[in-house]
């Protein structure tokens, strides 16, 4: 492994690349160390934002004021103001008057008020998409369960959200590969993710080019692996009948 690294660094040399930083163990150990932290980030946040999403999708579509109103409230505010802002205020305010409510005993970390912040912001999209996709159901189908005694729950759960999600399965996948590059925002507050571990590489050498490239890649294969999974997904799901 040591050689090819050398081997690697030696070809982008040719390129006038110098990547000899990933030749210190230090400098190598913080970028993986970065590199899966923005991988948990990615995870732990595309989950929390599905959940929203379905949430919120629910009481938009629930028919009842007094969940649709604030859910539509809630959705205008997030989606029309920038994520790091949200994360500012998150982790700023919110976080202070945590601690000064529980007495310096906050166990919100930084890591975790990135995962909510972007869960609740790319949340709000999902929530529309999947909006969009419940009231594309076609009404013969609603009738058909209603015929067969379908609660209006029964209805949401097991017809319309299982029917939704394929309809807008391309804009979900579309959202999760924005939440993958917003993750980079967790570097705004010290949090250890491949950006952040970058920037602290680039304020000690001159290789600010060759980080640039390096997270580039990094975000760009990320993001392509969550498309490939995401249209892999939609040719599973394909309903007969339907995007033909």
């Avoid at 804009?171 to 970058?198: E, G, P, Q, R």
Wanted: aromatic residues 10%.
């Amino acid at each position: 492994m040591s050689a090819f690294l050398h081997w690697l660094v030696e070809q982008a040399a040719r390129l006038g690349l110098d990547y000899h930083f990933l030749l210190d163990a230090y400098s190598r150990g913080n970028l993986l160390e970065g590199a899966v932290t923005t991988l948990w980030l990615c995870l732990l946040s595309g989950v929390g934002s599905l959940l929203v999403g379905v949430l919120l999708a629910g009481a938009l579509t629930s028919g009842r004021r007094w969940l649709a109103w604030p859910a539509r409230a809630f959705v205008e505010v997030t989606r029309n103001t920038p994520t790091l802002v949200q994360l500012y205020c998150a982790f700023l305010v919110l976080n202070m008057l945590l601690n000064q409510s529980l007495g310096g005993a906050n166990p919100m970390t930084p890591f975790a008020w990135v995962v909510i912040v972007i869960a609740l912001h790319k949340g709000v999209f999902h929530a529309e998409a999947l909006r969009a996709g419940i009231e594309s159901v076609p009404a013969v189908t609603l009738e058909a369960a209603s015929s067969l005694a379908f609660s209006r729950r029964q209805q949401l759960l097991q017809v319309q959200l299982p029917l939704a999600l394929r309809f807008a399965l391309p804009a979900l996948v579309n959202n999760l590969i924005d939440l993958v590059k917003m993750t980079a925002v967790a570097s705004a507050i010290a949090v250890n993710d491949l950006t952040y571990a970058s920037i602290m590489i680039w304020t000690q050498s001159d290789s600010v080019i060759e980080l640039m490239i390096l997270i580039l890649a990094f975000f760009g294969l990320l993001s392509f692996a969550v498309n490939c999974i995401g249209r892999a997904l939609e040719a599973r799901l394909r309903m007969p009948g339907y995007g033909h």
